[in-house]
């Protein structure tokens, strides 16, 4: 049947051709040795074999039986005696060339046919094409034509590149479609079967199986489809009827371009419809035409109108195989469909090819964010691309597609079902169900319409209430062969459909699965690849059908349905999210369960929500189908997992304390399925209340021996405290001893007395007693005596269960009483001397503090009238007076005078008495220090000055203080002016020091003839009590030469010269008889001595006279022999004085002596054109000058002679200033080359050598031959070779144009690439060496030129490698907890940094990188802010990964916040790169005081009838916060209660109602209280203190001791003494919150001091390290003392080392594996392994190992069968994981005659070859391969030394191979000599040659550069930080520092007075916590507060500060001064 067919289209061809001989077969044949000759018709009668065939070609062509030739076919096959049977057939078309790989110079024609198949017949019913259901079926066809270029790519090795090109013009017929592919394009037969409709693959296997190649189209037997993964085995171009289908319904035409692999010439057919048309229309045979065979890159066929597919085709050059299909006649409804939907069928593409463009796996989520990834699967990478004229192309590859449907189905789902069904034996069809959960109150199933849909429903259609996600639609998307089927889904299968029965699995489960089925090739599709034929139907064959699960890709036997409805059931339980958790606080683990694996991770939650209804922590709740049900309050929610935030779940677990606790005190966690949602809260509450009845409430307390101690009492020093009974009373007021409760065990109650003393750090415990119960008296305490201890106290008197101390039960506390009293001191007996302020100054007033204390040691207060006496030898003192204040006597003003010595000041002891006293007197010691400056003294000006006009004058001063001593001052700065002339210069100088000496300009006077006085006055600058010095001077004229004169002598005598003449003279010449004369300033000649002679220069000789000098004579001058060279002479003194006089000589020319001939232009002509420029002929004299003019009759003399020369055109011309001109110069006829052209003027001859030149320009070729191999080099690096073109002809042969144009550009990968320049004239253009920035892998660089109409183009194909050296990105390791408490640690940060090749940089200092952390607000959302703070690494320790970066036990801010941190890591050059922000939500911790939303002032109230005059509160907001200050509690309701409290005994005032307290609620941690009013005439004690006090009541505070708040208030009851006191207590309140803020500032201020300091020290620690480190590298300590001669070292080592390295050095001259930096696998080639540093040994010992140099070592044996299978076999591979490695030799192994020779000693220094090895990186691994490559070769001298040593080593053990460093060889087995062992010159080598390594000068000169670049910061760093030290001290020693204090003592003492009015006692310090809790507003006169350092600072004080003076600048009362304070990190 097969052979029928083949007959009947032979026959059909015959018919239709009738250029073919009916008898005789022919053939037509192309002789392309080197012409563009037609075709000739060779008749193939009576020819039977080649030898035949090849005489008949000889004949028809004329062709000399000895010339050689070779017949092929299009393909380049050679026509041989083997393949002539198999390659000639009638009707082909052969070539005659000269051998098989030469270049075609002419394209050729060859005929082809391609009438349809008879299937065109029999198959056409079976599919309308394209019978789309309602959707647009361009994209369908379109993936036609990508079917085929997946079929053509299917064998690439490396990438398989697929473009889609679309030009599209609406406004015209210039549109066109290209689809471009790297495939194995098509034979010219190949290209005849594609155009023949209908004939799919399996006809054209059978149609000519003589073919050698593996079909006819070249394709290998493709893998079964059960061996590839979704069958993806890219065989889907099947029918022969896709393509041409595709083409036509697209467009009117097609240009078919392709070339096949191995092939030099392509092959292009053009089928057109109006072709088609014409041919009908003239009856020609329709199904026929030519392909056209032509040169790569030659577009001349075309024409102007088709520039796009000429551009297409300069593509070409470079490219081993390619098939370009273009499209023309593009339908407009299709180019504006195109055009305007193109990110829709872009998706649809995607969707149809997702598993070959992302993998079997399709498109996962990869990990790398925004990154692209490589590609997953085959290389295949499919681009789209549309160019619009005038705009911006619009590029998309396929792969980058994220919202196509598969994408969408696989990124929503949680877990798939894979299994696999066999149908019928070899039908296989793979499937995968994905399960798309419920999530967050909604389906995730992907909502978008599916390909397909809008023929049947719209989406609104697709959904049911009943059925949510999925709805109607079917589950199953079918793929065929790996691409989509788009018309056909299968809705679903018997096991996995939906049951008809509710089982225990949700219906809508069975709604939120997705599926794909995937078939091999035995199932058949439409010819248009739209629907299957047969799938459903066969798959539902359940007799011939059997399913398999997969499971790691293996078949399981098993229920099918069962194991579908088990992972079903899964996916529900584990996946779909129902309950919602709230509040998430955190992970633990519960070591409590059985099983391990569920102990941990358990998350931690505080509420839930179900059902809508909410469960909180603290709510009471009832648990059901529990025995017996538990009621209980909610403690927490748990569930199982890692989880942060707000989650959703099925199911979790509830933990609940069983109530009331007094009776169960027991926690149990139970299932939440047990929680009884309906239960009643009042229900509840109810059954808590009455059973908890008999508890202890209160207790009575009773003084019965007297001396009660009541609340407020103030005692003194050894008081006694009486005896105490306690009564313990529950709520029915009946006393008891017990806990009540039958059911438990009965507890005692003991009664605890504790006294507590109230310290500054906390409360201190005096005294402590437990007592028992007796029933004669109850609980029962002893009197306590001599209580002594000042302060506050509290008797503090507890119920506690038995002997424990417990003082809870139940979560309850048990009662308590407390009785506050105070203790005071005595008078005073001694003394101390408190803090003083140094340093002191001589006449500088100070303050002495004397601190009284009593007999007991307490402070106390000093008596009147007490006056101190001060003595000390050898001073004067005095003072102003005295001050009490508290219990300090300030000693006012006191003065100092008397001699210090020195500047450094000098010790004193000062003796303080104050009379009267037990202890009166104290002795201390102080340094005094000289005063401020008060006088100045110049010891210059002494002595009477005068100085000479021109110099500088050194001033000595010095600045004293009031008492005669050299003070010193920060600012001394001094000026020294002169007077008495304008432009006199001012000197001035810092002296600081006290002493220093000024010198300055010099003092010049112009033209000064005599002598001039003058006036220096000396005064020191911002000190106008200091008086100046004034000193007359004298300033003299200079005596120093001022200018000079000078002669030359001729024959008619001397003449003098002028400065700067021009003096002209004959060229060559002499000038002599010079002479010259110097004089002074004052005009009088100077006599030249020996020293002033030796200072005389000249610019004519280098050296002089001394004789002649002294007498004024200086040697002749030459003048120069060209008249063009002037010459500028010079007389100089080389004193400095700057004294000089020049001339210039212009020469003059001679006689004609000589002619010279140039071109003016280029040298080069082309044979038959003008010489390019002018032949100038120069006439010069003896010295090569131009004669001017030229005599009348010159050109008579002038002849020209040269071979070919046109003499009728040539002209000749007169050139001015020069001589003559040669124009139009011609040469006709002869050899190309050099030619000479002889010139003759008179007798004297020249002659002018010129190029010729062959024709014009028609390629491009790089002049250095390595840019055809691939170019390697790194991002945003140089080329190492520069790019140089040559223009040439056909020939090669160099051509020259020199208005070429040329371009360089980059493929759309390569950034920034765009050059353009003009051939120079060689017809060269040279780019240079471009920086290369793109992604890493292969790139194009292309060079365009334009010659003429014609473009020119030339590639380089460029590898960009990853640059191990450029830093990406910063990659953090950490725990993912995103919450903290406030105070709590950071997780520990595990920081690297990653280079481009993926490795993690190890060179990175710790000092780069930093952790920046800071709080978000509306500025710094995404950048820190500048408050934001840093951290450095920690030290490294033992166990740190190499390269990485530990951040551990970084404490989280103070203040309350969402903060961000990230890690910076500085790269050099000024450039960073960060890591990925992290944020953190820092919670506030637990409540522990209570604090108002303001300052509160101090209140006065009265009982009088206006309700204004007795409110207490209107509005008072109080706030629940933490220890830090932080707002809490938002969690936290419940109830506060407000009472009064006061001293005044039971005269406590009223509230109305006559109540004491009154309650209010808290909500969210806040309470708002309001309106509290006084009584009215409620009782009170008038001018007495109370106040108020607000307690918290809450029960989710019961664990936390939460402070009140305490308010005092003032009571009256006159109402014009309440407003009287009220007025004062807010002067009180003002001049607290004054005193308050000028402390805070001070306080601040002292603790930046100290940290300025302690920063200093540090920096000067660090200098002193790095400079102890510099000199051990011998650098002295005297080089590195400036940051200048830093700088200067650091240059010089810079260019040391960058000379070394620049040195020429050995370099291997192997080339480097393409793929070797792209693979990790890889380590290179043997030969770039090591290095070795004798040139000697590397030359042996390469060429010993020569056959291995090229050796490519892997560390896998995978990676070697990779790298074979890429090269073909052809490269060396070791695998590491190969080598046996037992045998390899220990690499530190002594030698052999030091092991078993002791006493031998050998000549010739032996040496193992191994060990002259290094290793530039992987020491280990080259070792091994080294190791056993070498074993134990040694090394020796020379012949005789190595058979010496053999002789000597064989009598003991084997001796290895020897080598000699004079090139030979002796084997092991003892051969030696012949070729094979003597080694090879290097040239011989080709590069396989070790390298030597860096000098070892670098290394060390690296190391200098990074510590002196070190050193460098640390002295800047130092030098910055003292500036600041030094800038704060003197802002704390200013006038308006000092003004501050002042003002702060004086509101101090009016606050004092204040007090005293309104009858309080002084205020104590407190601390400002306890300030902020009671409202008021105390001094802090005497805290100066110290911080601690650490190596970082804490973010929450950076943060905390920012609302205190030291952040930020505040205006205190009084001034206007402010202080700002810089952050140092």
């Known amino acids: 049947m097969k052979k029928m067919a083949a007959n009947s289209k032979t026959n059909v061809v015959r018919r239709a051709t009738k250029t073919l001989d009916e008898e005789d077969s022919v053939v037509f044949v192309y002789d392309r040795r080197k012409g563009s000759e037609p075709e000739r018709r060779i008749d193939l009668g009576g020819v039977f074999n080649y030898q035949t065939f090849r005489d008949r070609i000889r004949q028809e062509f004329n062709i000399s039986s000895n010339t050689h030739f070779v017949i092929t076919t299009t393909n380049r096959k050679e026509v041989n005696d083997d393949e002539y049977e198999d390659l000639v057939d009638s009707g082909d078309t052969l070539y005659i060339l000269n051998h098989i790989s030469q270049n075609l110079p002419a394209p050729a024609k060859e005929r082809v046919e391609f009438l349809p198949h008879y299937d065109t017949l029999v198959k056409s019913g079976i599919y309308e094409y394209y019978a789309s259901a309602g959707q647009n079926p361009l994209p369908f066809a379109l993936a036609e034509l990508i079917d085929n270029s997946l079929t053509?790519?299917?064998?690439?090795?490396?990438?398989?590149?697929?473009?889609?090109?679309?030009?599209?013009?609406?406004?015209?017929?210039?549109?066109?479609?290209?689809?471009?592919?790297?495939?194995?394009?098509?034979?010219?037969?190949?290209?005849?079967?594609?155009?023949?409709?209908?004939?799919?693959?399996?006809?054209?296997?059978?149609?000519?199986?003589?073919?050698?190649?593996?079909?006819?189209?070249?394709?290998?037997?493709?893998?079964?489809?059960?061996?590839?993964?979704?069958?993806?085995?890219?065989?889907?171009?099947?029918?022969?009827?896709?393509?041409?289908?595709?083409?036509?319904?697209?467009?009117?035409?097609?240009?078919?371009?392709?070339?096949?692999?191995?092939?030099?010439?392509?092959?292009?057919?053009?089928?057109?419809?109006?072709?088609?048309?014409?041919?009908?229309?003239?009856?020609?045979?329709?199904?026929?035409?030519?392909?056209?065979?032509?040169?790569?890159?030659d577009a001349r066929h075309l024409g102007s109108d088709e520039q796009n597919v000429k551009n297409l085709i300069s593509e070409e050059v470079g490219k081993e195989s390619f098939t370009h299909v273009i499209i023309t006649g593009i339908n407009p409804d299709h180019i504006h469909y195109l055009k305007h939907d193109f990110n829709g069928w872009c998706r649809q593409l995607a969707h149809i090819y997702h598993y070959y463009i992302h993998g079997p796996r399709g498109n996962e989520a990869s990990g790398l964010g925004n990154k692209r990834p490589m590609s997953p699967f085959k290389n295949i990478d499919i681009t789209v691309g549309i160019y619009d004229r005038g705009k911006t192309p619009r590029l998309i590859s396929l792969r980058d597609i994220m919202d196509d449907m598969q994408t969408k189905y696989i990124r929503s789902a949680v877990d798939s079902f894979e299994f696999r069904a066999v149908v019928e034996g070899t039908g296989i069809v793979e499937g995968i169900l994905r399960y798309h959960p419920f999530l967050y109150d909604k389906e995730t199933f992907p909502i978008d319409s599916i390909p397909g849909a809008e023929s049947d429903m719209d989406d609104g259609e697709y959904y049911k209430e009943d059925r949510p996600a999925r709805g109607n639609r079917p589950i199953f998307e079918c793929y065929w062969s790996g691409r989509l089927i788009p018309y056909t889904y299968v809705e679903n299968f018997d096991w996995c459909s939906s049951p008809k029965k509710r089982g225990p699995i949700p219906t809508e489960c069975y709604n939120r699965i997705s599926g794909v089925l995937w078939t091999n090739d035995k199932f058949e599709v439409s010819t248009n690849k739209l629907t299957f034929i047969d799938l459903e139907v066969r798959l539902r064959d359940i007799k011939n059908t059997i399913f398999q699960k997969i499971v790691l890709g293996q078949a399981q036997r098993v229920k099918i349905d069962r194991q579908f409805h088990e992972w079903l059931r899964e996916c529900h339980e584990n996946y779909d999210k129902q309950v919602k958790f709230c509040g998430f606080e955190g992970t633990i683990s519960r070591p409590e369960l059985t099983v391990k694996r569920q102990q941990s991770p358990w998350a931690v939650f505080k509420a839930i929500e179900w059902d809508g209804k909410i469960f909180k922590r603290g709510q009471l709740v009832r648990t059901f189908r529990t025995m017996p049900h538990i009621t209980g309050t909610i403690k927490r929610f748990l569930l199982y997992g890692h989880h942060e935030g707000d989650v959703f779940a099925t199911g979790g677990e509830m933990e609940i304390a069983q109530e009331p606790r007094l009776l169960y005190n027991e926690v149990k966690i139970v299932p939440l399925s047990k929680l009884e949602r309906s239960a009643n809260d009042r229900v509840l509450k109810r059954f808590i209340e009455e059973e908890e009845g008999k508890l202890p409430e209160k207790l009575v307390v009773n003084w019965p021996e007297g001396n009660q101690v009541k609340q407020g009492d103030r005692m003194a020093a050894g008081s006694t405290v009486g005896a105490i009974q306690v009564d313990i009373r529950n709520r029915k007021g009946e006393s008891i001893s017990r806990l009540p409760g039958s059911h438990l065990t009965p507890k005692k109650l003991l009664v605890e007395l504790k006294v507590m003393l109230h310290t500054h750090n906390g409360e201190e415990e005096l005294v402590s007693h437990l007592s028992q119960y007796v029933k004669a008296w109850s609980y029962w305490f002893k009197r306590m005596e001599n209580m002594k201890n000042l302060g506050d106290h509290t008797i503090k008197i507890q119920v506690v269960l038995n002997e424990s101390g417990v003082t809870e039960f139940g979560g309850k506390p048990l009662p308590s009483h407390k009785i506050k009293f105070s203790i005071t001191e005595a008078p005073p007996s001694k003394f101390s001397v408190g803090l003083l302020d140094p340093p002191f100054r001589v006449g500088i007033p100070f303050n002495i503090p004397l601190e009284l204390q009593d007999e007991f040691n307490h402070c106390t207060k000093p008596v009147p009238d007490m006056r101190p006496l001060l003595e000390a030898n050898g001073l004067q003192l005095s003072f102003a007076g005295v001050q009490a204040r508290g219990t300090t006597l300030i000693v006012k003003d006191v003065t100092a005078t008397g001699d210090v010595g020195s500047f450094q000041g000098k010790n004193f002891n000062l003796k303080v008495t104050l009379p009267g006293l037990t202890f009166p007197t104290q002795t201390m010691k102080i340094r005094l220090a000289p005063g401020p400056p008060y006088s100045l003294t110049v010891p210059t000006f002494d002595e009477e000055i005068s100085i000479e006009n021109g110099q500088a004058l050194n001033v000595t001063i010095e600045v004293r203080d009031k008492a005669g001593n050299i003070t010193v001052h920060p600012k001394l700065h001094v000026t020294c002016k002169f007077l008495g002339a304008p432009g006199l210069p001012t000197y001035s100088g810092d002296c600081s020091s006290g002493k220093t000496t000024l010198t300055g300009n010099i003092i010049f006077f112009k033209n000064l003839k005599k002598g001039q006085r003058i006036t220096a006055k000396v005064s020191l600058q911002n000190f106008s009590d200091v008086l100046p010095v004034e000193k007359a001077i004298q300033v003299l004229p200079n005596s120093n030469p001022f200018y000079i004169d000078m002669w030359y002598t001729e024959k008619k005598g001397s003449t003098k010269l002028r400065d700067q003449q021009e003096l002209k003279w004959p060229a060559g010449e002499h000038i002599g008889g010079i002479l010259f004369a110097l004089f002074d300033e004052g005009g009088r000649q100077i006599k030249i001595s020996p020293e002033v002679a030796s200072k005389v220069k000249v610019s004519w000789m280098p050296r002089l006279n001394q004789d002649k000098l002294q007498q004024g004579i200086l040697p002749d001058i030459k003048v120069p022999s060209s008249a063009a060279d002037s010459k500028y002479v010079q007389l100089s003194l080389s004193d400095g004085s700057g004294v000089e006089f020049g001339f210039t000589i212009r020469p003059e020319p001679g006689e004609v002596s000589q002619i010279r001939c140039v071109c003016q232009g280029s040298r080069k002509a082309r044979l038959g054109e003008n010489l390019d420029g002018d032949i100038v002929i120069n006439v010069t004299d003896s010295h090569g000058n131009p004669i001017k003019k030229m005599p009348h009759g010159a050109l008579s003399h002038l002849e020209v002679t040269g071979e070919g020369l046109k003499t009728k055109q040539l002209q000749k011309v007169i050139l001015s200033n020069t001589g003559f001109a040669l124009r139009q110069v011609r040469f006709e006829g002869g050899n190309l080359g050099q030619r000479e052209l002889c010139i003759k003027y008179h007798e004297f001859t020249d002659y002018v050598k010129l190029q010729m030149l062959a024709g014009p320009a028609t390629k491009l070729m790089f002049v250095d031959t390595s840019l055809y191999e691939p170019v390697t080099v790194y991002s945003g690096s140089r080329l190492d070779k520069n790019l140089t073109v040559q223009l040439c002809d056909d020939a090669d042969n160099p051509t020259t144009e020199p208005n070429a144009r040329m371009t360089l550009t980059g493929s759309s990968g390569l950034e920034n690439v765009n050059l353009q320049m003009k051939a120079d004239k060689d017809g060269r253009a040279t780019f240079g060496r471009p920086i290369i920035v793109a992604a890493t892998g292969h790139h194009k660089l292309t060079i365009r030129a334009i010659v003429g109409r014609s473009a020119l183009v030339i590639t380089v194909d460029v590898y960009v490698q990853p640059d191990p050296n450029k830093l990406t990105k910063v990659l953090v390791d950490y725990d993912k907890t995103r919450s903290l408490v406030v105070g709590d640690f950071f997780p520990a940060f595990d920081v690297r940094v990653e280079a481009e090749d993926g490795s993690v940089f190890m060179k990175l200092p710790a000092k780069n990188i930093l952790m920046r952390l800071w709080i978000v607000d509306a500025s710094s959302q995404n950048k820190p802010s500048q408050q934001a703070v840093s951290y450095v690494p920690d030290n490294r320790q033992q166990d740190d990964k190499p390269g990485h970066f530990y951040f551990r036990k970084r404490k989280a801010p103070e203040v309350a916040g969402q903060y961000n941190l990230f890690f910076q890591v500085s790269t050099g050059n000024q450039n960073t790169i960060v890591s990925d922000t992290l944020s953190y939500m820092i919670n506030p911790g637990p409540p522990v005081k209570l604090v108002p939303d303001s300052r509160q002032a101090m209140m006065t109230v009265s009982n009088t009838q206006k309700s204004l005059s007795r409110s207490l509160v209107r509005t008072l907001k109080l706030q629940l916060k933490d220890q830090y200050g932080n707002a809490t509690g938002g969690n936290i309701s419940g109830k506060v209660t407000v009472s009064l409290c006061g001293d005044g005994g039971n005269e406590i005032p009223m509230l109305v109602g006559n109540t004491s307290s009154a309650e209010f609620n808290m909500s969210k941690g806040t309470v708002t209280v309001q309106n509290l009013v006084l009584q009215e005439s409620t009782p009170g004690k008038d001018g007495g203190e109370y106040s108020l006090k607000v307690e918290v009541q809450s029960p989710q505070l019961k664990q936390t001791n939460v402070e009140p708040y305490v308010q005092p208030f003032l009571f009256y009851n006159d109402a014009r003494k309440q407003y009287r006191m009220a007025q004062l207590t807010k002067e009180r309140d003002t001049l607290l919150q004054t005193i308050n803020v000028f402390q805070g500032f001070f306080q601040t201020t002292d603790k930046l001091v100290a940290e300025m300091k302690m920063s200093v020290q540090e920096a000067q620690q660090n200098e002193s390290q790095i400079k102890g480190e510099l000199r051990k590298t011998a650098i002295h300590s005297n080089q590195i003392n400036s940051v200048e001669s830093i700088q200067r070292l650091l240059g010089q080592a810079q260019r040391q080392r960058e000379t070394l390295m620049q040195a020429p050095r050995r370099k291997c001259g192997l080339s480097t594996y393409v793929d070797m930096n792209n693979d990790p696998a890889i380590l290179g080639k043997i030969g770039q392994l090591a290095e070795v540093d004798d040139d000697v040994v590397a030359h042996v010992l390469s060429w010993h190992m020569y056959s291995d140099m090229d050796c490519l070592v892997v560390r896998t044996s995978e990676a070697a069968m990779k790298v074979y299978k890429a090269t073909h076999g052809r490269q060396q591979v070791l695998p590491l994981d190969s080598i046996f490695r037992k045998n390899i030799p220990n690499w530190n192994r002594e030698l052999p005659h030091l092991r078993y020779l002791k006493n031998y000693q050998p000549t010739g220094n032996p040496v193992f070859a191994r060990h002259l090895l290094k290793f530039p990186a992987n020491e280990d691994s080259c070792k091994l391969v080294f190791g056993q490559l070498l074993t134990d070769l040694i090394i020796l001298d020379t012949l005789e030394d190595a058979t010496e040593y053999r002789r000597e080593i064989v009598k003991v053990i084997p001796c290895p191979t020897l080598l000699t460093r004079d090139g030979n060889r002796i084997k092991s087995n003892g051969k030696f000599g012949g070729t094979q062992n003597q080694f090879l010159p290097l040239e011989k080598m080709k590069g396989a040659i070790f390298g030597a390594p860096i000098p070892n000068g670098c290394h060390q000169l690296s190391r200098q550069i990074e510590l002196l670049e070190s050193l460098q910061q640390a002295i800047q760093k130092r030098v910055e930080v003292e500036l600041e030290l030094r800038t704060q001290e003197e802002e704390q020693n200013s006038a308006a520092m000092r003004n501050k204090r002042r003002e702060c003592q004086e509101a101090a003492e009016q606050l004092a007075l204040v007090e005293k009015k309104l009858g309080m006692t002084q205020t104590s310090p407190e601390g400002a916590e306890g300030q902020e809790r009671s409202g008021r507003l105390t001094p802090q006169l005497h805290l100066h507060g110290k911080r601690g350092r650490s190596s970082s600072r804490s973010p929450a004080s950076s943060i905390a500060d920012e609302s205190s003076p030291s952040t930020r600048s505040r205006r205190t009362p009084g001034t206007a001064a402010t202080v700002s304070v810089k952050r140092r990190r």
């Open 152 to 297: 053509a790519t299917s064998d690439n090795l490396g990438p398989r590149s697929i473009e889609l090109r679309l030009f599209l013009d609406e406004s015209g017929d210039k549109s066109m479609i290209c689809v471009i592919d790297n495939g194995k394009g098509m034979t010219s037969r190949q290209l005849n079967n594609w155009a023949i409709y209908r004939l799919s693959k399996f006809i054209r296997k059978e149609k000519k199986p003589k073919q050698n190649e593996d079909d006819e189209d070249g394709r290998p037997n493709t893998p079964t489809n059960e061996s590839v993964p979704r069958s993806l085995t890219s065989d889907i171009s099947y029918f022969g009827v896709g393509g041409k289908q595709a083409i036509f319904f697209i467009g009117q035409g097609t240009r078919m371009i392709t070339k096949p692999k191995d092939s030099r010439d392509v092959h292009e057919l053009t089928i057109s419809k109006e072709e088609f048309e014409r041919r009908e229309k003239n009856r020609e045979a329709i199904y026929s035409g030519f392909i056209s065979n032509r040169p790569v890159g």
